[in-house]
Every structure is written in C-alpha cells, then in structure tokens.
C-alpha cells in the first residue's frame, strides 16, 4: 500500500510539473556567432532543430500543400545564414568542421564547398532586374522528381539538386545571363531538342526536360558526364552532385534545401529577395 502511494504521488508530481519551454525560434536577421565553439554548437542545435520541425511537417502537415510552416522557414534561414558565413570565412570553417560530430561535419563540409565553387561561377545581377516567384509545393516537385526517374532513368535526388542550383526550386524567374530560362535554366535550342514540346517555364516541362536531357547526355551510368553537358563547368557539377549526396543520405535535406531563401548576388552585394523579414 505504502509503496502504491508513493508511486501515485510521484506520477502526480511528474504530471503537475510544467513541460519543458520550446527554445525561441531565430530571428530573421539574428547575429551569428563569430568564436568557433558558438558557432559549431549553433550549427549543431539548429540542425537538430530544423529536422525536429520537418518530421512535425511531414507528419501534421501536407508537403504538397502551400510552403513550410514557419518554424521550419525561420530554422532554415538560420541554418543557411551559418552555412554562408562559414562559405566567406575560410578560417572560422577550418576551426569549426573538428568541433562538429562527424556526421555533421561532413555535411558541413559538403554544403560550403558546393556553395564556395558556384558563387564563382555565377555573375552578379542586376538588383532591379531580378524577379522572383512562390514555388510549387515541395511535395509537388517531388512527384515530378520521381516521375521522371520512372521515365528516364536519372535519380531522383540528382533532378532535385539541379532544380536547387539552377533556380533554388523555382523561386527565381528571371532568365540567367546567358539567357537561360525556367526553373531548370535552359538554352531555346537546347530546350527546342529535348524539351519534349513543353513549356520550359512549367516545372513538371521543365524537369522531364532536364532528365530526357540528362538521359541523352549519358546519365544515370555517367551522371558527372551527363551534368557536364548541362554546364560545362567543374564546379557546377560538383556541387550539383554534393547537394544529391546529402539529399540522398539524409532525405530531409530535400525539405531543408527547399526551405532555404533566395540570396543573390548583385552589383550591390549579396541580397536575400525571399523569406521572412521579422
């Protein structure tokens, strides 16, 4: 009897007892750490964090259906305004990649090197020029993926990082300086070939493009070759590729990528054009 007692008041105790506070989430533009332990902890607490807020996505909410509820946008800006600041920062990321756990740190490592190689091969804009847009839903793009894997051959996860360099999930829309268009950034003649008589501006067009494309270019036996014929540029096709490996080896990386804001790189400087302000 004695021991039934305790034993109910400590459920009472365990049941009365506030539950624990939800960290407040990040401000749009909140400082970054600059000593590399903050920072690697941050990075650490933000990952964690993020991917919590995508399961409660994927699980209560409908991918398919709008964009990412806000605590996974507002996660997604910090965790990508780390990864920009250690991709300008060569010395604070050498410091900061051993404090990490090795998982992350070889996620780190892969994120600022894809960024570091295609911020140097892409011009800067003109800032009034540029025009943005609301993407499709994400778990619509998804469906597109896999479409076109079923029909081509070419991963999923490999359409998905393209659509992620060429336009961040097509959320810019203006036309590239070499005159590029749609969300998967293709040349009139080279669009005109494989196409396929769609519409270059229309995603679900555009991505069976890009894997009838990719296809003909020699994917998925050599994905690098194929990715070369897109654009012939190493960097381009590195980090195409490092953003695939993560998006396979942690799929909700898709979601993540998806969630990150548009930056851009103009005359001015760096912009960011989308997301929250506040």
Not at 13 to 42: G, S
Not at 102 to 119: D, N, P
Not at 128 to 139: A, C, D, F, N
């Amino acid at each position: 009897m004695r021991r039934a007692l305790l034993l109910g008041l400590l459920v009472a105790c365990v049941l009365a007892a506030p539950a624990p506070a939800t960290p407040a989430l990040p401000a749009p533009d909140a400082a970054l750490p600059q000593e590399p332990r903050r920072l690697a902890h941050t990075l650490l607490v933000t990952t964690r964090a993020l991917h919590r807020a995508v399961d409660r996505w994927l699980a209560h909410g409908d991918p398919s259906v709008g964009g990412p509820p806000r605590d996974v946008e507002l996660l997604a800006l910090h965790h990508q305004r780390i990864y920009r600041l250690l991709r300008r920062d060569d010395a604070l990321a050498g410091r900061v990649y051993p404090l990490l756990p090795s998982g992350l740190a070889r996620e780190a490592r892969a994120i600022v090197g894809a960024g570091k190689g295609l911020r140097r091969i892409t011009p800067a804009l003109e800032a009034r020029k540029i025009r943005t847009k609301r993407p499709l839903p994400i778990g619509v793009l998804l469906r597109h993926y896999r479409e076109a894997e079923r029909r081509f051959g070419v991963p999923w996860h490999v359409l998905a990082a393209v659509n992620l360099v060429e336009s961040l999930f097509g959320k810019i829309r203006t036309d590239s300086a070499a005159g590029a268009q749609g969300p998967m950034q293709f040349m009139p003649a080279t669009w005109r070939a494989y196409g396929l008589g769609g519409d270059v501006h229309r995603d679900h067009d555009a991505i069976m493009g890009a894997a009838n494309y990719l296809r003909a270019s020699g994917a998925p036996r050599d994905l690098r070759g194929a990715l070369w014929r897109y654009n012939p540029s190493r960097a381009y096709v590195d980090g195409v590729l490092r953003y695939a490996a993560r998006i396979d080896a942690e799929p909700r990386n898709l979601y993540v990528f998806y969630s990150w804001q548009l930056f851009v790189r103009t005359e001015r400087g760096d912009l960011r054009l989308t997301g929250p302000r506040r």
